[in-house]
T-cell receptor
Framework: DTGVSQDPRHKITKRGQNVTFRCDPI?????LYWYRQTLGQGPEFLTY????????KSRLLSDRFSAERPKGSFSTLEIQRTEQGDSAMYLC?????????????FGSGTRLTVV | QKEVEQNSGPLSVPEGAIASLNCTYS??????FFWYRQYSGKSPELIMS????GDKEDGRFTAQLNKASQYVSLLIRDSQPSDSATYLC??????????FGAGTRLTVKP
């Protein structure tokens, strides 16, 4: 168990560019979540997968955001045409089981800065 | 009304004191409740979970849940400077994605 890995740790991009982040969950965890966190706020839910199926996507999520988990293992989060308001920490988390009584394990996050 | 509400703090306590962190939630069907600790620049780390009304103790930490009042709290006994961090309250319900409060920043002064 090597924990949840995220890559890259930091990303600086110019406004209008596309960026893609990767998350490798704990291997036996079937659920994978993406959150976004800005300074002084708690993590904000973006989307989650059970195995390869994307089961929920936040209504607040712009259509510039897309996520995939093609083989039920790693996941990618892509942001197209980045805006300065996209600057945040993007957190990936995973867990096992399907009930409500399971805590998440978070990765170290990808800090995005849009200039 | 936010789904999960916490006092943003900062909460400051002297070393050795009890730190009390509070959280309220709006969704009555919420089933599970979690406390995460987040150091500055780091990702959240799970420290406590509670599912039933009452108290749950784990070392210096005690989580308290009152579903009728939609209230959950975290007590940290014998607070240490290393406990200085932001504490996030989180809840889940049947749809299973976790919703977080904005966090309470705790400072333990030596």
């Amino acid at each position: 168990d090597t924990g949840v890995s995220q890559d890259p740790r930091h990303k600086i991009t110019k406004r209008g560019q596309n960026v893609t982040f990767r998350c490798d969950p704990i291997s036996e965890h079937n659920r994978l979540y993406w959150y976004r966190q800005t300074l002084g706020q708690g993590p904000e839910f973006l989307t989650y997968f059970q195995n390869e199926a994307q089961l929920e996507k936040s209504r607040l999520l712009s259509d510039r955001f897309s996520a995939e988990r093609p083989k039920g293992s790693f996941s990618t989060l892509e942001i197209q045409r980045t805006e300065q308001g996209d600057s945040a920490m993007y957190l990936c988390a995973s867990r096992t089981g399907t009930g409500a009584n399971y805590g998440y394990t978070f990765g170290s996050g990808t800090r995005l800065t849009v200039v | 009304q936010k789904e999960v509400e916490q006092n943003s703090g900062p909460l400051s306590v002297p070393e050795g004191a009890i730190a009390s962190l509070n959280c309220t939630y709006s969704d009555r069907v919420s089933q599970s409740f979690f406390w995460y600790r987040q150091y500055s620049g780091k990702s959240p780390e799970l420290i406590m979970s509670i599912y039933s009304n009452g108290d749950k103790e784990d070392g210096r930490f005690t989580a308290q849940l009152n579903k009728a009042s939609q209230y959950v709290s975290l007590l940290i006994r014998d607070s240490q400077p290393s406990d200085s961090a932001t504490y996030l309250c989180a809840v889940t319900s049947n749809n299973n994605d976790m919703r977080f409060g904005a966090g309470t920043r705790l400072t333990v002064k030596p």
